[in-house]
């Protein structure tokens, strides 16, 4: 039974996956080394978030589908873009009719980071088998030698962050096709996971007319983002009935100029944001959850001032973006355990400083500075990156409320990330496909990392009022977020590996091309028998 706090027991699993199936839940049409090479060929395109390749895997995984046209007419593919992509990248979303209202929607994203980081090997980053063979030589140092040389794993840029879930959830769809069970299916592939999520933003601009238009009732999303090994944990694999939400709290520091031999005649904005990291990153206190289901504490993503180059006087302002996760608490409340932290770090600083005779240094959130600028006007930040945009902001009303007084702001300096959770209903269907598989799988509550999940949701973050009020770009009124209009049940099954992002970055073979298909297949067919009579898409 799936249980709404904590983690489902684990299940003990055979040494071979289970082979127990009827005939209409048999072997996949594509074998476990067709899914392999499918996943070489999209690993093969390097599809970098911001490039071309988005566009090219795309359409290479679009040729794949079209030849499915033969054998069923009925598949419907289409190419979608969101209107808010400056680079009008498509995403891919594939039809196959079914009986019944009560659909499921299996997806992943196509783009990676960069491959730089692979420096002397970055050719082989993409040619996964060349790689692999490279690390077995040593390439990636001994650790990862012995990996390769065991055969179980398979190294290279996107195996596991997402090609090789893309090309499981794509053989599922495949054979859920074919076989056709009650219900209808819908495959995604989704360009910009890495950068503004465009992709996923796609689907919630288009898929609901298009579901409304069909008839069509909505009720679950599985994605197949990559899950790793986490401490404690025997081996075994991850599932996760929702996904863990993130915020970016940040502070902007204004200082007082001064000579560098008369440092007492100012105030150094990069000690005190120094002072706040030292508070902020790796906090305890601002880390939500309990037990195995803690959210990992914030760290710091930048940190600079606003000098735009090297002489002896201090800065006037600086700052700093950290990372914060998010599961049970709301935005509101971890802004207010942020500024907390934030006082807490200038109270040190102060204390610290005491002999310098520096003048007392507020803070404030942006709602209060908002409130103590007194309607000052909010300069026109359209065409910046939104992070720029929202310091931007900071500066001009602490300019105009605060000008040459020390202050810290705290503020977010990107759009919300929401915590989700899956209704009991899809959590247990997912279950049921674990234990009747026979795999060590256990469900947690959240998956870890942020994913375009968060996006497909319904989620009480949207209504908390405190996120717009401390978002400066919220108060241009040109950038306002709205809930999803997909508002599906969210889940995470995918496949293992480690070093995502990493140039260690490797998938287990086994489980990727040969378990999670099946799982991905037979975890579909029971959402679809499972969905509730009556559930429906949309607002």
């Not at 090309?167 to 819908?186: H, I, K, R, V, Y």
């Not at 500024?339 to 003048?359: D, H, I, P």
Request: glycine share 10%.
């Amino acid at each position: 039974m799936w249980q709404p706090l904590g983690i489902v027991q684990p299940v003990q699993v055979p040494q071979e996956p289970s082979t127990n199936s009827s005939d209409e839940e048999g072997d996949l049409l594509l074998t476990a080394s067709q899914i392999e090479e499918l996943t070489l060929d999209l690993v093969a395109v390097r599809s970098v978030n911001g490039t071309p390749g988005e566009a090219a895997v795309v359409d290479l995984i679009a040729s794949r589908l079209e030849g499915m046209r033969t054998a069923r007419r009925d598949l419907r593919l289409h190419l979608i873009r969101s209107a808010h992509d400056p680079l009008a990248r498509p995403t891919l979303v594939a039809h196959s009719p079914g009986t019944g209202p009560t659909g499921v929607l299996l997806m992943g994203h196509i783009d990676t980071v960069g491959t730089e980081d692979y420096l002397e090997l970055e050719e082989l980053a993409t040619r996964p088998r060349e790689l692999t063979a490279r690390a077995a030589q040593g390439a990636l140092g001994e650790e990862m030698a012995t990996a390769a040389r065991s055969g179980e794993w398979l190294f290279g840029r996107g195996v596991l962050d997402m090609k090789s879930g893309v090309a499981a959830a794509l053989g599922a769809f495949l054979d859920l096709a074919e076989t056709q069970p009650a219900g209808n299916l819908l495959f995604a592939a989704t360009p910009d996971e890495e950068g503004a999520s465009y992709g996923v933003t796609a689907l919630n601009e288009w898929l609901p007319d298009y579901l409304a238009s069909e008839g069509i009732a909505l009720g679950a999303v599985l994605n197949t983002d990559y899950t790793t090994g986490r401490p404690g944990d025997g081996g075994a694999m991850h599932a996760y009935a929702g996904s863990t939400g993130k915020l970016l709290p940040a502070v902007y520091v204004q200082g007082v100029p001064s000579h560098a031999a008369e440092p007492e005649r100012g105030l150094d904005p990069n000690a005190v944001v120094a002072a706040i990291t030292g508070e902020v990153a790796y906090s305890e206190e601002l880390c939500d959850g309990s037990g195995a289901e803690t959210a990992p504490p914030p760290v710091t993503l930048l940190q600079r001032d606003a000098k735009p180059f090297y002489d002896v006087q201090s800065a006037r302002s600086a700052g700093a973006y950290y990372s914060l996760f998010h599961r049970q608490r709301t935005p509101h409340e971890q802004m207010e355990r942020f500024v907390a932290q934030v006082r807490r770090g200038v109270e040190n600083f102060a204390a610290r400083t005491r002999g310098l005779g520096l003048q007392g240094v507020r803070v404030l959130s942006f709602e209060e500075l908002r409130a103590e600028a007194d309607g000052a006007p909010i300069p026109d930040v359209q065409g910046l990156d939104v992070r720029e945009g929202a310091r931007r902001i900071v500066a001009a009303l602490v300019e105009q409320a605060f000008p040459d007084q020390p202050i810290v702001v705290a503020y977010f300096a990107a759009p919300l990330i929401p915590s989700v959770e899956s209704a009991p209903w899809a959590a247990q269907a997912v279950e049921t496909a674990i234990r009747t598989e026979g795999v060590d799988y256990r469900l947690h509550r959240h998956y870890p990392y942020i994913s375009d999940l968060s996006f497909l949701a319904a989620s009480p973050d949207w209504d908390d009022p405190g996120f717009a009020a401390n978002y400066p770009l919220a108060a241009t009124g040109a950038e306002r977020q709205l809930p999803p209009r997909l508002q599906l049940a969210p889940l995470m099954l995918g496949p293992y590996g480690f070093g995502a992002h990493q140039r260690v970055e490797r998938v287990l073979r086994r489980h990727a091309f040969e378990v999670l298909p099946r799982l991905v297949h037979r975890a579909a067919r029971e959402l679809l028998s499972a969905q509730p009579t009556g559930k429906t898409t949309g607002r």
